[in-house]
């Protein structure tokens, strides 16, 4: 018995044990927001499922910086995952923004049907640029808020617009249609309105009420701009770096992170404007026309996104599943 008892412990020192991975990783999702919380889960059954060999440790708040400086941080090796926004996939994989196009869906039912169908051909994209894509996931629908109320497109003409800084392509855009874009960091936001340096913010009702910017520009437009999508990605070097029996269960996890937490972030979105009206938002809803005005002008910009942003025919590829998708529902109202 004592024989064996020292042969194992020997056995057992001559082994060594795997050593512990740890992946970093950064997102602009607040401290104990709902995103944060689901990235929290993912990694705690990583945990368990690597029996404590892999560690996921999250840096929120954009306390690493704004989406652009996460994604240079995971190009040159600093942290190797982050939880972004359309605005930082679209600086790794332009193709992304065919999820946000303006005005181009109506109801999370059609984003649902599309994404579901293009995700596969984004996700290879994405890949082809060094990434993996864990889950995806939603911030909500993109309207905007202004200082002083505006009701069209043409109002907002004469207010100091929010941009991303880093996204040159969008910022163009805007300009070239009449806008006073300017560039700054989202972690900026809140300090910009402050000081006056922007006026007008196209973001999620969510994220405005977490960072508060809705308490100066008090205003929101009663129109859904774009849906605002998201990602959890991950270095393809580190991915590969993880053991390969476990990746298969790693990945499960992620989807059932992002799956359930879609649902909550679209009830929380619509709960989020109720909380801030009470806090003095002001909705401003529009008529049949105006609304017909944003969607005239929206599409007036279709043909600069496709085949510039966006390949033109996965452009064409999302237009038409979205046509699909209500021709279907149409004949089923019938």
Not at 100 to 129: C, G, N
Request: hydrophobic letters at 45%.
């Amino acid at each position: 018995m004592l024989r064996s008892t020292i042969g194992a412990l020997l056995l057992g020192c001559l082994i060594p044990a795997w050593p512990q991975t740890v992946i970093k990783m950064g997102t602009l999702a607040p401290e104990g927001s709902p995103w944060h919380q689901a990235l929290q889960s993912m990694g705690e059954r990583w945990r368990k499922i690597s029996g404590g060999q892999v560690k996921l440790v999250i840096y929120p708040g954009g306390v690493l910086g704004d989406e652009p400086d996460m994604v240079n941080k995971m190009r040159i090796g600093q942290i190797q995952a982050a939880g972004l926004s359309g605005a930082g996939l679209s600086g790794i994989e332009p193709g992304v923004m065919a999820l946000q196009v303006p005005m181009m869906f109506d109801s999370y039912e059609e984003l649902d049907y599309v994404r579901e169908r293009v995700a596969p051909r984004l996700e290879k994209m994405i890949e082809a640029r060094g990434y993996l894509v864990l889950n995806w996931g939603d911030v909500g629908w993109v309207q905007f808020f202004t200082t002083r109320p505006a009701t069209r497109l043409a109002d907002m003409r004469n207010m100091k617009l929010f941009t991303w800084a880093g996204d040159n392509d969008t910022l163009e855009l805007w300009k070239a249609n009449g806008f006073r874009a300017v560039p700054l960091a989202a972690t900026d936001i809140l300090t910009g309105l402050q000081t006056g340096l922007i006026e007008a913010v196209p973001t999620t009702p969510l994220y405005a009420l977490l960072n508060q910017s809705f308490g100066i520009a008090r205003n929101m437009i009663d129109v859904k701009w774009a849906p605002l999508i998201g990602a959890t990605l991950i270095t393809r070097r580190m991915w590969d770096s993880l053991p390969a029996a476990q990746r298969g269960d790693m990945m499960n996890a992620a989807r059932e992170a992002g799956a359930g937490l879609r649902g909550g972030i679209r009830k929380m979105g619509d709960e989020a404007v109720a909380t801030m009206q009470k806090r003095r938002l002001e909705v401003i809803h529009v008529d049949a026309a105006t609304a017909a005005e944003w969607r005239r002008e929206a599409e007036g910009v279709y043909p600069k996104l496709r085949g510039g942003q966006i390949p033109a025919d996965l452009f064409d590829q999302v237009r038409k599943l979205r046509d699909e998708y209500r021709a279907a529902t149409a004949g089923a109202g019938k």
